[in-house]
């Protein structure tokens, strides 16, 4: 058994995000339906679109007509979950909105993914991750050398909402198991954004440089070999990076470089050119020193590494033969993940009775975690990242740090979006009396997440067997870079090196050099992943009445974060590579700059290529959607379209019926109207910090609002309230805090 099996999910939407999103639930033995129009899914043709509707039967069914919505309606009557990525008024035009069906059927979750936000002049855009990455800022987020937006090839926003959108239906049943009744709840292409690019600001402090796309730390940055080859180093930490000086043979010349960034790039630069990039990586790994080769994804997803971490699977296909794809990114020590097949069309949709309304019971205040207590070892992103999604879904999380601070503090506003919501606890581990003290509160808690490196759990005395043996009860979801299993999982690892060897950075670079993602790709993503398989495992516990172990890794997001372009099989189409500062896929694919900011712009169609040249006064050609990006074609919008103000052409294109839409910095992205109109961000007070500017959250509730209660917490602010909140007594607490346990 797993956590969703008997849960039946009906899945009207297309594309990216929703088919994700009930993948992950389908993996966990949900049945889901899938509802396609006469038409098909609109990325039928992706190879991806094999891995996102895995485990589902697919049925046709035209909503315009009374009969197919009849069947619709009838489906949903009989399902736990619907799931809808509708722009907005559609569902509504059609009945099928969050208010009318679950006021028809009270027992149901009603879960709206649409590609934008849920209301306002961009709303209605077709869906296009170009667009999105532009509205949101995170074009202009990534490393440049020059002053333009960045075409991400890799859909980060959309997978992101997609995680966020499985944990989000996750909770509201979880909340449903303890109330008796259902909700609906919203999780747009902009709350995915927020969460794979936070927005941040502390408004007393500028504002952080761009990035370059090497990367502009040098402790943390891309390097060459002798040999032409390129690989990262991983030093984010001083002592890792003073490792890789005394491999360098360089001791004696790191206190005064520590500070001294561009020198520090330049001698690196000019000493990793004396030799290959593979002798470079042997010496600094024998001196564990983090660093990885870049290579291809294909190559990658082929290699060993994953095989021996179990994330690669193969399944027959009736027309393509053997298809390849990612497992499941989680490992659920009692209720496993599983792929039983590739999707399936079936002819008829099934006839799902329909479900009466549970009684309705009393249920915690607040967002549909109320009353879920989590103690949260993990630090920097991926750990300390997924105890803050579960805070905005009203958990009561703990930020548990040792005297010497998450590492990441000095991260300053990224520091603050990562970790706000929870209360602070200032705890030494190594102290036997801090160990004691944790394995009391574990008693009392339902879920504990780290991201030690393999085996420190155990030589701490914190392992699961550790945490069972106190509370049967305990979710204990532990993260690490490479999985618990190979030549490579004892390994310390950080996001770039998974997208070094994992193949984002070859990808994003195309036939140039490699480029770092300014997004934390890897690390934004396990934690929407562990805080989704965290809300998972307390949905199994409310079968089971059991907790369990799960385990994830940055190199599981590696693939799960590229999972439609990992989609294998013989004479697979390529995937869209990017290059140096790139901005689209194609002349009618991609970002331009008018006199006073930038504009995307996408046309698909013959129609929409001629509107593009009527409006702009420009030749098209014979073969226009086959211009490539930076040929003739794209050359002579450009000039055209720098002639004119951004809001006159995006006008005049729109009304051309041609997809468009600003392309946003940072700073505008705070203050944007439609943005604001959609709740992107909120403003808020840190205590000590002052005025902050960060995201509002990363899903809606309409009966179970969730949202921050707090700002984030200083080293151990709160530690004696939450000792006095676990029932620790007040003379224990004074007696840890005088021997310095506790402080």
């Known amino acids: ?32 339906v899938k509802v396609e129009p006469p038409g098909g899914d609109r990325m039928a043709s992706h190879p991806g679109y094999l891995a996102w509707n895995r485990n589902k039967q697919v049925v046709t069914l035209d909503l315009e007509t009374g009969e197919g919505l009849a069947a619709a309606k009838a489906l949903v009557a009989g399902a736990d979950v619907a799931l809808f990525d509708a722009a907005p008024g559609r569902l509504e035009a059609l009945g099928l909105d969050g208010a009318n069906l679950t006021a028809a059927y009270p027992h149901l979750v009603h879960a709206w993914m649409p590609p934008y936000g849920t209301t306002g002049v961009w709303s209605d855009l077709p869906a296009h991750h170009s667009l999105l990455a532009g509205l949101t800022g995170v074009a202009f987020r990534q490393g440049a050398w020059s002053d333009a937006p960045i075409h991400l090839v890799i859909p980060i926003c959309w997978y992101a909402q997609a995680v966020l959108g499985a944990g989000a239906i996750g909770a509201a049943l979880f909340e449903r198991s303890r109330s008796g009744r259902g909700q609906a709840l919203t999780v747009s292409g902009l709350h995915g954004s927020a969460q794979a690019a936070p927005p941040a600001l502390v408004l007393s402090e500028p504002p952080l440089p761009r990035g370059t796309p090497p990367g502009a730390n040098p402790r943390y940055r891309l390097y060459q070999g002798s040999d032409g080859e390129w690989f990262f180093l991983g030093t984010l930490f001083t002592g890792f990076y003073r490792k890789a000086f005394e491999v360098l043979g360089l001791e004696d010349a790191f206190d005064a470089l520590e500070a001294d960034m561009l020198a520090a790039r330049d001698l690196l630069e000019g000493m990793f050119l004396t030799r290959t990039r593979d002798e470079w990586l042997a010496a600094l790994r024998a001196n564990d020193v983090p660093c990885a080769p870049v290579g291809s994804r294909e190559a990658w997803f082929a290699g060993a590494a994953v095989a021996e971490g179990g994330l690669r699977l193969v399944l027959p296909h009736p027309e393509l033969g053997e298809v390849a794809m990612p497992a499941p990114p989680v490992k659920f020590g009692a209720t496993p993940a599983s792929v039983r097949a590739l999707p399936q069309v079936v002819g008829e949709a099934p006839a799902w009775p329909a479900k009466g309304a549970d009684p309705a019971r009393a249920a915690p205040a607040g967002g549909p975690l109320a009353g879920v207590r989590v103690l949260n070892l993990g630090t920097v992103i991926a750990g300390a990242y997924a105890g803050t999604i579960l805070a905005q879904l009203g958990a009561d999380v703990i930020k548990i740090e040792p005297r010497e601070a998450d590492m990441f503090r000095s991260d300053g506003s990224q520091f603050l979006a990562y ?85 984002m950075m070859a990808a994003q670079g195309g036939d140039g050099d490699p480029i770092l993602h300014t997004i934390a790709v890897n690390d934004i993503a396990t934690a929407a992943t562990v805080a989704s398989a965290v809300v998972a495992a307390l949905n199994a516990r409310e079968r089971t009445g059991e907790g369990q172990e799960v385990l994830t890794s940055l190199m599981a997001q590696s693939l799960l974060f590229q999972s439609g372009e990992l989609v294998t099989y013989d004479g697979r189409p390529p995937n869209d590579l990017g290059g140096v500062d790139c901005l689209g896929v194609s002349a009618l694919h991609r970002y331009y700059a008018c006199t006073d900011g930038w504009i995307g712009l996408v046309a698909e169609t013959a129609d929409a290529a001629q509107a593009v040249g009527r409006v702009l006064g420009v030749e098209i050609g ?82 179970t609002p969730g949202g921050f209660r707090r700002p984030t917490p200083d080293l151990g602010q709160h530690s004696a309230e939450v000792l006095a909140d676990y029932g620790i007594a007040p003379d224990r607490i004074a007696a840890l805090m005088a021997a310095g346990a506790v402080f």
């Open 1 to 32: 058994m797993s956590a969703y099996r008997g849960v039946r999910i009906v899945d009207f939407s297309q594309g990216v995000a929703g088919p994700m999103a009930t993948m992950l639930l389908g993996d966990l033995e949900a049945e889901v």
């Open 622 to 703: 014979e073969a226009p959607l086959a211009e490539p990006r930076d040929g003739a074609l794209a050359e002579r919008i450009a000039a055209a379209l720098a002639e004119w103000i951004r809001a006159e052409a995006l006008a005049a294109l729109r009304s051309a019926g041609v997809a468009a839409a600003p392309v946003l910095r940072g700073g505008e992205a705070l203050d944007d109207d439609f943005l604001a109109q959609n709740g992107f961000v909120e403003g808020w007070a840190h205590p000590r910090l002052g005025p902050m500017v960060t995201a509002k959250g990363y899903a809606e509730f309409s009966r």
């Open 419 to 503: 970790n706000r919501g929870t209360r602070g606890l200032g705890l030494d581990l190594k102290r036997p009396e801090g160990r004691d003290l944790l394995l009391d509160l574990v008693r009392g808690a339902d879920v504990v997440i780290d991201n030690y490196r393999l085996g420190v759990r155990g030589r701490l005395g914190i392992d699961y067997a550790a945490l069972k043996a106190v509370n049967p009860r305990i979710v204990s979801c532990s993260i690490n870079a490479y999985g618990e299993t190979g030549a490579r999982a004892a390994l310390p690892g950080f996001d770039p090196l998974l997208q070094a060897e994992g193949g």
